[in-house]
Each structure stands twice: as C-alpha cells, then as structure tokens.
C-alpha cells in the first residue's frame, strides 16, 4: 500500500465561512492542493461549549491529516478563539508533531494593531469568539494602548447558511448590531468571523466611508503566502495548477448551491462525509 504524500493544506471551517478565505488563497496563494472541510451539519460553532468545540475540531484535524494534509489552516473565528492553542499544545504533539495548525485571529490581530492611526477597534463575532477575549488578547500584545470595542452577532452566521444575504431581516439585523459599534466611534472594524465578509457591501455601507472595514480573507491569505515562505521545511510544492476538494458533513445539495455563491465559482469535488 503507498504511502500518502503529505503535500497539502487544510481549511477547516464549521460551515461556509472558510469559503471567504478560500476565495482569497486561490488568487494570492495558488498551486497548491487546497482540501476544504465545512461541518455544517453542526453548525454553529458559536453557541457551543469550549470543551464540544474542540473535540469537533480534533475529528476535523484527524480527517484531514489522515487526507494527506501537512498543514491545516482554522479558518473559523470560533475554533481560533476558544481551541487553537490547544489544537497546537496539546493535540498536535501527541497525534502529527510534524504538521502544523494555524488560526485566522492572529492575523487579523496583528494588522489591525500595528497601523498606528488607528487608536479605537470595534470587533463582531460570535458569542464563543466574543467572550473568549482572543481578540483583545492578541491586539493588546502588539499595541496596549489601543482600545477595543467588541459586539457578539450570533444571528448572522445561520442567516448566511441559509442565503438570507439579500433579506431586508438580515439588512436590519445588521443595522441593529452595528450602531452601537458606530456610536462609539470606532476607527476600524474587524469581522470575526470568516462567515461575515459574505455581508462585507452591506457592513461597509452601514459603517460608513470613514470607517475601515476590510476583507478579513485578504488578509490571511496574504499571511499564509508569508507562513510558507518561511517554513520551506513543510515541503509544500506548487504546481501549474490550484486544486481543491471540498467535503461537507451535511447536505451536498446546499453547500454547492451556496458554496458557488460565495466563492463565485463551480463546486465540482464535493464528497460527504461523517467525522466523529
């Protein structure tokens, strides 16, 4: 039997979301082998306890290291905020010591902090995310002095599941979660959650000009390209062509349908499966 060749990346997200990432990694990080996995039969990750989240995450990782994966990267707020660390302290030494995990907070975080005009954050995610306080955590590591406004927004993410993008509900929803963060005048806006750039129009529209609200998926392709770069040791080759699969531990039916909405192109590869 022949060995499977570790030579691809991971993108494990609790549904859709990672597909705003994805989107990104296609045009800035190509020629890789890209293994995405949405669990949305379980979704959303938001309103779970710590301890479901990072078991979910544990069958994940095993799924896609058993797929030949040297690398695997979180692209969900949720998972980042509440088992990342422990994904990378505790499972990964004792399951694959030679592979790597990788979060989509840090990133974001580091960004965002590091731009000197900006003195006033505003932060939406879900409940988990918003309460584990990662991304003040982090934010505050590179740049004390800048202060952090953060809002939870548990209603957004099963309205994009469901392709509410275009309802006036989700357009007032968002109004609703929003003016708070405006009223205090925030600079900046980071979306904490890979779900949200799906809604990035409507969020900018609402904010306004003066306040920045970017592509969070940009930004961590661009930190992956980075990543790489850094760490040849993974022996992650490119070629002429990106490929990528796609597993969903629901419907195939409603993650292509919604699936090529986001990512503005076919789902071809598609398989479900069962991770527990």
Same mark, same amino acid.
């Given at each position: 039997?022949?060995?499977?060749?570790?030579?691809?990346?991971?993108?494990?997200?609790?549904?859709?979301?990672?597909?705003?990432?994805?989107?990104?990694?296609?045009?800035?990080?190509?020629?890789?082998?890209?293994?995405?996995?949405?669990?949305?039969?379980?979704?959303?990750?938001?309103?779970?306890?710590?301890?479901?989240?990072?078991?979910?995450?544990?069958?994940?990782?095993?799924?896609?290291?058993?797929?030949?994966?040297?690398?695997?990267?979180?692209?969900?707020?949720?998972?980042?905020?509440?088992?990342?660390?422990?994904?990378?302290?505790?499972?990964?030494?004792?399951?694959?010591?030679?592979?790597?995990?990788?979060?989509?907070?840090?990133?974001?975080?580091?960004?965002?902090?590091?731009?000197?005009? @900006? &003195?006033?954050?505003?932060?939406? +995610?879900? =409940?988990?995310?918003?309460?584990?306080?990662?991304?003040?955590?982090? /934010? %505050?590591?590179?740049?004390?002095?800048?202060?952090?406004e953060t809002k939870s927004t548990p209603l957004?993410?099963?309205?994009?599941?469901?392709?509410?993008?275009?309802?006036?509900?989700?357009?007032?929803?968002?109004?609703?979660?929003?003016?708070?963060?405006?009223?205090?005048?925030?600079?900046?806006?980071?979306?904490?959650?890979?779900?949200?750039?799906?809604?990035?129009?409507?969020?900018?529209r609402i904010m306004g000009?003066?306040?920045?609200?970017?592509?969070?998926?940009?930004?961590?392709?661009?930190?992956?390209?980075?990543?790489?770069?850094?760490?040849?040791?993974?022996?992650?080759?490119?070629?002429?062509?990106?490929?990528?699969?796609?597993?969903?531990?629901?419907? @195939? &039916?409603?993650?292509?349908?919604? +699936?090529? =909405?986001?990512?503005?192109?076919?789902?071809?590869?598609?398989?479900? /499966? %069962?991770?527990?």
């Amino acid at each position: 039997m022949l060995k499977m060749k570790n030579n691809k990346i991971g993108i494990f997200d609790s549904g859709l979301g990672g597909l705003s990432v994805l989107k990104y990694l296609k045009i800035d990080v190509p020629g890789y082998h890209y293994l995405y996995l949405g669990d949305n039969a379980r979704l959303p990750y938001g309103e779970k306890s710590s301890e479901d989240i990072y078991r979910y995450s544990c069958q994940a990782m095993d799924f896609l290291f058993a797929k030949g994966c040297a690398l695997v990267i979180v692209a969900c707020n949720t998972v980042s905020a509440q088992a990342l660390r422990r994904l990378q302290q505790k499972y990964l030494p004792l399951n694959h010591p030679h592979k790597k995990i990788l979060g989509v907070i840090f990133p974001l975080a580091e960004k965002f902090a590091k731009q000197n005009r @900006i &003195n006033r954050i505003g932060v939406i +995610g879900t =409940k988990a995310t918003i309460a584990s306080g990662t991304y003040e955590n982090e /934010i %505050k590591k590179i740049n004390p002095n800048v202060k952090i406004e953060t809002k939870s927004t548990p209603l957004l993410v099963p309205l994009i599941e469901n392709g509410w993008l275009k309802k006036p509900e989700t357009k007032m929803i968002l109004k609703k979660y929003l003016k708070p963060l405006k009223n205090k005048q925030i600079q900046a806006l980071i979306l904490g959650c890979t779900h949200y750039p799906f809604l990035i129009k409507d969020i900018q529209r609402i904010m306004g000009k003066k306040i920045s609200v970017p592509d969070p998926g940009k930004i961590v392709a661009q930190s992956l390209a980075d990543y790489l770069n850094r760490h040849p040791e993974l022996n992650l080759k490119t070629k002429n062509k990106t490929d990528i699969s796609f597993y969903t531990t629901a419907d @195939i &039916n409603l993650f292509k349908k919604e +699936g090529e =909405k986001f990512l503005n192109s076919k789902i071809e590869n598609i398989k479900k /499966i %069962k991770i527990d």
